[in-house]
Each structure stands twice: as C-alpha cells, then as structure tokens.
C-alpha cells in the first residue's frame, strides 16, 4: 500500500518574530549613552542576579561589546535569556533613576544587544578552570540547571546535565512564546554551557528515589532544577476537550503546524481561562495564528496575577478580557468543541489570600460560543520533590540558605523551591549561581574520592 | 519686540548673525539663498591666491551620539576663480542692499597684491573687508592666514598695507593658535584695522580611526592637521574673546568686534554678546543643519531680550565684562557650598562618587530613616522597590570647598545649588594679600600662619 505523507502544511514562518526588534547599532549607541552612569545604581540592586548594568551599558556605549557581554553573562549566564524574559518593568528599568520624570533606559533591549553580540559570533567569554576531580549531576536544563552548570564548569567541575525532554532550555525552550524568546537563543545558552564542558543528556528522566541513589553514588554531588508540577485540572465537564496553555505555547515554539491541524488546532474563536502571564501567551499566540481570543476570569482586572505590561501587551494585541466569570463547563458536540458554558461571578469578601472572594451569580449562567478553549490556570507543584523523599515546605522543596535540600549532597533550585517570592527566570538563575558557591565550597572541603 | 539691528565699524545689517567665511558663502547662490533665509550678513569665503583644493576635506567629532561637537576642515579658500566671485559678489550686494556683506581676503604679503584685490573688493560694492590671517593649514605654508596672523609684525604691516589704500572698514580676524591673544589684535590695531573678529580655527588633528589606524580626514592615506571649529571651542572663543574687550589698548581704540567660534544656537550668540561682541558669525551649525537655523538665531535672541528689558543689542553688548577679572583680584573670603535639594534628587550618588573619589569627601549617604550608610546592598534584595529604600546624597557642608564639582555632574536642573555662605574670613583678594604680606607667596610657614590668623582650614 502507499503511504501518503500526511496533510501536514509546511512550516511556515508564523508571526512569532520577537515582538520588541533589535536595537540597531546607532539605537544601542544613543539609548547606551542615555544611561547615566549611577553609581551604586539602583538597576543592580533591583537585579536578582545583580549584572553591573552601568558598566555593560557604558562599555556598549564605548564600543566595547564583547567585554559589556562579559560583565553581563559574568552574573548571570542566562542574560540573552533574561534579555528577553524578564519583567524589567518590576526590576531593573522598575528602579531606573530615570523612571522618575522620564523614560527608564531600556536595559532589557541593550541587554539583548550585547549579549546578541557574543552569541552571534560565537565569542567564547569563559575559559573553565582546571579540572577539580569532582562530578555534580544537575537535573533539569531550564535557567537553573543552565546556570548552576554553568557556575560549576567555570569552577572546573566536571557537570552532567540531564534533561528528560528533547531539547534542553527547559523553560526557555518549551514556555516561553516566540513573541518574547525564539527558540535559538535558548538553545544558544544550552551550547554555551556545552562550550564550557558540560555534558548534556537529553531524553533521560529522573523519576525516583532509587534513581537519585545512582547518581549520588556517580556524582559527587546532584542539583535538581525540576521546575513545577503538571496542569492541575479544572474540574468541570468536558474537561478533556480543554486544550492546556503550556502545550499551546510548546507547539507554538517547536511545531507551530500543530496548531494548525490535529488534536491542538486552534480553531477561530479561542477563549483563555485564567489571567497568569501564562494565559495572557497562550492567548497571545491565539490572537498570532488569526484567532479571535477572549480571556475569562473570575475576580476582576485588580486581582490578576499577569504584571500590568503583560496585560497592556495582551489589550494590544486585541485579546478581549471578560472578568467575573467563572467556567462551569465545556460545550462538545460530536468531539468538537463548541461554547464554554460560565456563570457570572460578584467579589465577596477577602479570602485566605486577601483577595475579595468572588462568589456565583444565581441564574446568570451563560455560554460563551468557541471552537477552542485553553485553561492556563498555574502549575501543580512539583510532585517529583516528594517521590524523592525530600522534605517540603508548603509542597515545595525545602532548601537552607546554601540551596541544600534535606539530604546531603542534593541541593535544589529555581521553581521548584520557590515558596516564597514570584518564579522567574532571573530568581531560578540566581539560585544557580548560589547554588554552586555552595557546592563548590563543599566540594573542595573535602578529598576527591578514590576512583 | 527687541531691535536686533546692528551698525558695526559702519557696516549695517537687520540682525547679528553673520555667515562666517567659509563653505556656506562659497558661491553668489549660496549667499543669496542665505539671505533669503534671513542672515543679517555674510563674509565671503576668502577669495586671493590661486588654490587646489583636495579631497574629503572634513573631520567631524561626535560625543555619545551627538555629531559635529566639533568639526575639522584642511579645506583653503576660495578655489573659485577670482573674476567669479567677484562678479557674484557685485550680484548679490546689488540684490540685497541692507544686508553686510563683507568679502574676506588673502594675498601674498605684497603691498601691490593686496592693493589690487582691495581695488577689485570696493568695485564690488561690497560693505567691507575682512583680512583672514587665521586659516591653520594649507596658506600659512605660503606665508599667508596663520603665518601673517602668528607675526605680530606682519600682521601690522599687511593690515596697513590694506587700510591706507581702502575707504572701506576694515576687519582683521584674528588665528587663536597664538600664546597671546593681544598681541596680534594690538598689532592690527597699528595697522590702522577698524574692527576685529574673532576667533579662527584651532590647529588640530581630529581622529583616527580604530578599525583601519588611519587618521581622519584621510586624503589617500594621508592626512595633515586642519581647523578646528564647531560647538567645543566656544569656551576658548569666549576667553579670547573678553581678554581682548578687556584689554586697555582694544578698549581704548573702540574698535568694535565681531565674535564666533562654536556659535550653535541664539543662547551662544547671547554669551558672545554679553562678554563684548558687537555682531557674531557663524559657521559650523549652518554647516550641521542649513541656512534654516537663522530663523531661531532671530526669534531666540529677540525673546531673550524681551524677557530681560533689553530694547537694543547695545544694551546687551558686554554686559557681563564688568566681572571678567584675573585670578588675583578674586575674594579670597568667598564661600559657597554645595546645597542637593533632596525633592529634585533623584539618587544616581553620581554627586557622591565624584566628591568622595576626586573631590573633598563632603557628601554622605542617608538612609530614609536618617541614618548615615555606606554605599552597597544585600545581594538577596532585589525588585524596583530598592529604589524606595535608597540612600540620598547630603553635603556636609563644613567640610565643603565650595568646588561645585557635584553640582555640574548632577544630571538634574536645579537639584545642587552652589549656596554662598558666610566664611567667617576676611575678604581680601590675593592681590591685596600678597601686597601687605608678600611673605605667604615665599614661606609655607607665614602663609600657615595667615592662615591661623584668617581661620582658614584646608580639607
């Protein structure tokens, strides 16, 4: 019999170009020189990894990119990534002295200008130290693993990163929307720290306490950067035709076509549960393929988690936002999709999290037609920390203030230990970093076991 | 509205603002064009020997991101012939009777030469003369421009050999590749010259490039030094300027003068004006941004001098040279300290950094709560809310000298403020002090004791 290929279109280039262009050298030159210089600047404290943001931004603004990539990459290994990623508007360009009666310098952008620099020529900023004799297995390739990695090979250790997906980049790779980070450069990063000497085991999954006994009896030490948990479910009928945020986002990053035909087909009307940074993608990736999108939520616009200039970005992008409704159930016939059944909600008064608690409507349920619905409603938290038999706080891994778990030898970090504080890229990078001066110390505190 | 009119060593012109000589007056259409714009007056780019130009002639200087601070030129005068000009400057004072025009010159230093390009300007019509003995490159190899200007001597007998064959107001503008600037204003001022103008290029060499190591401008991979122009040597402009309105024999002749050196906008020719001149050129800003920028030159000035109840330019012209002075005649028991006005400081420490590392270590940090830091953070905060918890920068004020480094690299207006303070000294200039006890000029010792006396402490 002959097979035909399946009537999958070509990949095309989808309007996933990053939103924010690059800035063009004279761009770069002019806002660098805008910067003013300050001392004990403000924009480094408000940095969690800390970058030297004047001095990169005075070195682009003297033409030194390679050593304004270096000051940057220097903290924070991931700072193409964070370039991109990070709410500046609540860190760094947030705590500008410029913001006050003007416009902050756009850090972010120039950041991505110099860091853009070294791995587009392919600079090589770091040499690793000899070698130490010591192993750490890091588990997991997104920001954390990257940079604890990182860290650690700088230092001469020998690293094994293991990721259970096909690409590395974790986060960066799979949850990002092109729109703010293209694949590249989180792959980029994954070539980086494989320049620097890390071994990186794509496919391979830790899923238990006995796996975690081999690597501590191969590895000096074991880092894990699990990230979170699985989609945690709606509860409402009709749920299994309910499309998750974060697949929505994977194959809109590294097989956009499957948005197209298949089980995750956006259809052309979409509507997103929930208001997290993470609906406000979904939704944005939406509005790219041609869709009308709407975002359903039950409190109001004053309660949304997404930072405000996601929300602005989402407003303009035309994502229509339809708050004190809550999904009762999903509409399906024959298969297919066909309304999101909600009830109308009214704020109550303040829950556990102070936020007023929105209550139903009597009789005021009403249908919402669609041909898609998405739920990005959070992660679970990270089930595996307990299959390893670690201790929790609050569900999270339990860490001290040198990132080590309960158990000797495994040190935690990024979202998976993030209790307290917002997860984000920079927060998971800085647990790396401090991670590794951890092990790094306990490390050289004790001999190099016998082979 | 302001009376911008000027009437300077006879020449008349609606306004001050005078296209220097150079590329913008090179040509009858230029000049035409520029008076349709509204240039109160033009020197014609210097017209004389026969030339070769040569190519790129311009250097420009560019400081974070902002171009032409100042440019460079190896170009020389008029490469036009001589017969051209002349016609065209006949044209052109026929087509607009009451604007200057002033035809710049340079010949061999030969009293017949200069005789016949003198006879040739007044057949012209033109206003006046401006002998150039400035141009740096190129002429002064020939004996001409910088060569005459640099002589005291020469420069006194070319201007002669000029003034005693013309009726027409003669202008020596003057090269500030000099050591002192009187010197050859005095020697004009021999030679019979009615007015002068002031400044030429510096001598300089503007750049060389970092990719190919050539130097800039490069003429087939050579280069030579050429005149420096443009926004940053107003400064020198300006101190050549008032040293000359200041000296006893340029103001015992009364001979007008006509500023220029980076003259970029009405506020510039403001500064030229208050510190003596009595009409102004300019060059590089036309050069940067075309004859259009005259219409600002005009309305700026006029509101200025509304605003500040100044009716006529004559009321402007040297305003500020009653407090030119020299270093000895400054108050010693003089004392400003710097003042940060916390409301408008925006914390960027840079006041902190420059007192505390270059400075008199004067400025402290305080916390919001009041209480003094050092400069430094814990490396687990972060977030925009740090900027909250800042530190702002204070003046210890006893310990201030009053150098007002912080207040000019503030980046905000109006945020430090050089105060003046009572000292609690007494006010002598060092002049007096050095005539009643010359001592403290030749022993630490008495000048320790001068200073006991005076209560003066050194931080």
């Known amino acids: ?451 | 509205m302001a009376d911008l009119s000027v009437n300077f060593a006879g020449i008349r012109a609606p306004n001050p603002f005078w296209l220097a000589s150079a590329p913008p007056t090179n040509s009858g259409m230029q000049v035409h064009r520029a008076f349709e714009h509204g240039w109160g007056g033009a020197v014609w780019k210097t017209i004389g020997a026969p030339v070769l130009n040569i190519s790129n002639r311009y250097g420009g200087l560019s400081l974070g991101g902002q171009r032409l601070v100042a440019i460079n030129n190896v170009e020389l005068i008029s490469d036009r012939p001589l017969e051209v000009n002349l016609r065209e400057i006949a044209e052109v004072k026929r087509m607009w009777p009451d604007r200057a025009l002033i035809v710049s010159a340079m010949v061999d230093a030969d009293p017949k030469a200069w005789r016949e390009i003198v006879m040739q300007i007044e057949d012209t019509g033109a206003d006046g003369i401006e002998l150039n003995y400035g141009c740096p490159q190129g002429m002064s190899e020939r004996g001409m421009g910088a060569a005459v200007g640099q002589v005291p001597e020469m420069c006194q007998l070319n201007t002669h050999w000029v003034t005693s064959v013309t009726r027409l107001p003669v202008i020596v503008k003057l090269t500030p590749n000099v050591t002192h600037i009187t010197d050859p204003a005095h020697a004009a001022l021999a030679g019979g010259a009615h007015a002068l103008s002031l400044i030429n290029t510096i001598n300089s060499v503007m750049k060389v490039d970092l990719d190919t190591l050539l130097v800039t401008p490069s003429i087939g991979g050579q280069a030579t030094h050429g005149g420096y122009a443009g926004p940053a040597v107003k400064p020198i402009a300006l101190h050549m300027l008032s040293e000359l309105m200041c000296d006893p024999t340029v103001r015992a002749s009364g001979v007008p003068i006509c500023g220029m050196g980076g003259i970029q906008t009405w506020r510039d020719a403001a500064e030229f004006l208050l510190l003596g001149a009595s009409a102004l050129q300019v060059c590089t800003a036309a050069m940067h941004y075309g004859y259009r920028i005259i219409e600002d030159f005009v309305d700026g000035l006029s509101n200025w001098m509304d605003d500040k109840g100044f009716a006529t330019l004559a009321d402007v012209t040297g305003r500020s040279l009653p407090q030119m002075s020299s270093f000895g005649g400054l108050d010693l028991g003089y004392q400003a300290v710097a003042r940060i006005d916390p409301d408008k400081c925006i914390q960027c420490d840079l006041c902190y950094v420059a007192c505390n590392d270059t400075a008199h270590q004067c400025i402290d940090l305080y916390s919001p709560e009041g209480v003094k830091v050092n400069p430094g953070f814990n490396v687990r905060d972060g977030g925009k809310q740090v900027a909250q918890g800042r530190a702002t920068p204070v003046v210890r004020e006893p310990d201030c000298v009053g150098c007002a480094l912080c207040a000019n690299v503030c980046p905000v207006d109006g945020c430090i403020e050089m105060v003046s303070v009572p000292s609690g000294r007494p006010s002598v200039t060092w002049d007096q002090l050095t005539a009643t006890r010359p001592a403290v000029t030749q022993e630490w010792a008495a000048m320790e004791a001068y200073r006991k006396e005076a209560g003066i402490e050194i931080h």
């Not at chain 1, 989180?186 to 306490?209: C, W």
């Not at chain 1, 407003?315 to 297919?336: A, I, K, S």
Request: one cysteine or more.
């Open chain 1, 1 to 451: 019999m002959e097979r035909s290929s399946p009537a999958v279109p070509e990949p095309e280039v989808y309007r996933f170009q990053e939103a924010l262009p690059p800035l063009t050298a004279h761009e770069a030159t002019v806002e660098a020189h805008r910067c003013l210089y300050c001392y004990d600047a403000p924009c480094m404290q408000a940095c969690p990894t800390h970058i030297d943001i004047p001095s990169f931004i005075r070195k682009i603004s003297t033409g030194n990119l390679r050593g304004s990539g270096r000051v940057i990459l220097e903290a924070n290994f991931l700072g193409a990534t964070c370039a991109r990623v990070c709410p500046v508007q609540e860190l760094c360009e947030g705590a500008c002295v410029l913001g006050k009666d003007h416009t902050p310098i756009q850090i972010g952008r120039l950041q991505r200008y110099a860091t853009d620099h070294i791995f587009e020529r392919g600079v090589q900023v770091f040499t690793p130290s000899p070698p130490t004799g010591r192993s750490v297995a890091v588990i997991g390739s997104g920001p954390a693993g990257i940079s604890v990695s990182a860290e650690l090979a700088k230092l001469g250790h020998r690293v094994t990163l293991f990721e259970r997906r096909e690409l590395g980049g974790g986060l960066s790779t799979y949850g990002i929307i092109g729109l703010r980070e293209p694949v590249e450069v989180s792959l980029r990063e994954v070539e980086a720290v494989q320049n620097l000497g890390v071994e990186v085991r794509t496919g391979v999954e830790l899923t238990d306490r006995e796996g975690l006994d081999v690597l501590l009896s191969q590895y000096d030490a074991v880092f894990l950067g699990l990230g979170l948990g699985a989609v945690p479910a709606l509860g409402i009928p009709g749920e299994e035709a309910v499309l998750d945020g974060l697949t929505v986002i994977e194959a809109s990053k590294v097989e956009p076509w499957r948005l197209k035909v298949g089980p995750l087909a956006l259809g052309k009307r979409v509507v997103v549960i929930g208001a997290g940074n993470t609906a406000i993608d979904a939704a944005t990736v939406g509005r790219r393929h041609g869709a009308e999108v709407e975002i359903v939520y039950r409190r109001t616009e004053h309660e949304m988690t997404a930072y405000r200039h996601e929300y602005e970005f989402a407003l303009h992008e035309g994502v229509r936002f339809t708050f004190l409704t809550q999904p009762v159930g999903v509409e399906v016939e024959d298969g297919r999709v066909t309304g999101l059944r909600c009830v109308r909600m009214s704020l109550g008064v303040a829950d556990a999290s102070g936020r007023p608690r929105p209550e139903p409507v009597p009789g005021s349920e009403f249908v919402i037609p669609c041909d898609t619905v998405i739920a990005a409603i959070g992660q679970e938290k990270p089930a595996l920390a307990a299959q390893l038999g670690l201790a929790l706080e609050n569900g999270y891994i339990q860490v001290d203030d040198g990132l080590q778990t309960s158990l000797p030898r495994v040190y935690a970090g990024g979202d998976c230990i993030r209790v307290r504080g917002s997860a984000s890229t920079v927060m998971a990078v800085q647990d790396g970093k401090l991670a590794a001066a951890s092990i790094h110390a306990a490390l050289m505190a004790s001999p190099v076991a016998a082979d």
